[in-house]
């Protein structure tokens, strides 16, 4: 009696090649597909905590009897300084002393008197501070030793330029500044605070919108912001303060106008 059934199959040659196929197709899309999974999830955290942020100062604003001055100038009145001359330098180029060219105008950037009050209203009342540190940051656990501040940016950034003068460790948010100097904020959700510090409480902040779970770079999770508004309305709103971008980051006003557009 003959079996006249046909057997169909793949050669063991024809299995391997199927699966090498499938090995260098994911290898090529899986890092494009994990990387752009990563981009959505920082772009919802980012809007999460700006609104966040947005409506504990905005509201705390009103609460107080609004204006609160509190500000950088979202436009700076003819009456302040329009042309700023940086008169000294310190050994890195940073500018620590300016002079205005319209002789005889104050320099003006914004109206800070209200800051510290308006500051303890946010934290004590409007946001949910899982812990605080008024200094020292890393020792007292408001930040891990994987932060890092700008000036250990830019050093790596510039370390092959030439004329390069070195990265200021005294500027805003280095990483000196972050870890043992400026009072950081860790919110219960995890996200981390760290206000720049001055004797006169200017209202800009430092922000790791998911907290210590990383990346930690700037322009990534980590952004620097200030507080802008005018004399009649008071806080207005979160603009981007300006800060070196780690490799494929955006700016703050580029999350935000991906985010809100």
Same mark, same amino acid.
């Given at each position: 009696?003959?079996?006249?059934?046909?057997? !169909?199959?793949?050669?063991?040659?024809?299995?391997?090649?199927?699966?090498?196929? !499938?090995?260098?197709?994911?290898?090529?899309?899986?890092?494009?597909?994990?990387?752009?999974?990563?981009?959505?999830?920082?772009?919802?955290?980012?809007?999460?905590?700006?609104?966040?942020?947005?409506?504990?100062?905005?509201?705390?604003?009103?609460?107080?009897?609004?204006?609160?001055?509190?500000?950088?100038?979202?436009?700076?009145?003819?009456?302040?300084?329009?042309?700023?001359?940086?008169?000294?330098?310190?050994?890195? #180029?940073?500018?620590?002393?300016?002079?205005?060219?319209?002789?005889?105008?104050?320099?003006?950037?914004?109206?800070?008197?209200?800051?510290?009050?308006?500051?303890?209203?946010?934290?004590?009342?409007?946001?949910?501070?899982?812990?605080?540190?008024?200094?020292?940051?890393?020792?007292?656990?408001?930040?891990?030793?994987?932060?890092?501040?700008?000036?250990?940016?830019?050093?790596?950034?510039?370390?092959?330029?030439?004329?390069?003068?070195?990265?200021?460790?005294?500027?805003?948010?280095?990483?000196?500044?972050?870890?043992?100097?400026?009072?950081?904020?860790?919110?219960?959700?995890?996200?981390?605070?760290?206000?720049?510090?001055?004797?006169?409480?200017?209202?800009?902040?430092?922000?790791?919108?998911?907290?210590?779970?990383?990346?930690?770079?700037?322009?990534?999770?980590?952004?620097?912001?200030?507080?802008? #508004?005018?004399?009649?309305?008071?806080?207005?709103?979160?603009?981007?303060?300006?800060?070196?971008?780690?490799?494929?980051?955006?700016?703050?006003?580029?999350?935000?106008?991906?985010?809100?557009?």
């Amino acid at each position: 009696m003959c079996n006249n059934k046909i057997k !169909i199959g793949f050669t063991l040659a024809e299995v391997l090649i199927t699966l090498g196929v !499938i090995g260098v197709v994911a290898a090529l899309t899986i890092p494009t597909l994990s990387a752009k999974i990563q981009d959505s999830i920082l772009k919802n955290q980012f809007k999460t905590v700006y609104s966040k942020l947005y409506n504990a100062f905005y509201s705390a604003q009103i609460e107080n009897g609004m204006p609160v001055n509190c500000f950088y100038w979202d436009e700076i009145p003819s009456q302040y300084c329009q042309d700023v001359n940086c008169t000294e330098q310190n050994q890195y #180029g940073t500018c620590t002393a300016w002079e205005c060219n319209d002789e005889g105008v104050p320099i003006s950037n914004g109206q800070f008197s209200d800051c510290g009050r308006y500051y303890k209203q946010v934290f004590n009342e409007k946001l949910k501070v899982q812990k605080y540190c008024e200094n020292n940051a890393l020792a007292n656990g408001c930040l891990t030793d994987d932060y890092h501040g700008i000036d250990t940016v830019e050093e790596e950034q510039n370390q092959d330029t030439e004329d390069y003068l070195g990265a200021d460790p005294g500027q805003n948010f280095s990483t000196s500044n972050i870890k043992n100097v400026y009072p950081a904020y860790v919110l219960a959700d995890g996200t981390v605070l760290v206000q720049y510090y001055t004797p006169t409480s200017r209202p800009v902040f430092m922000v790791d919108i998911n907290g210590f779970r990383g990346p930690n770079k700037w322009g990534h999770d980590i952004f620097a912001f200030n507080l802008s #508004g005018n004399s009649k309305n008071g806080f207005v709103r979160i603009a981007g303060w300006s800060f070196p971008i780690e490799e494929g980051g955006k700016s703050f006003s580029g999350m935000y106008n991906e985010v809100f557009r």
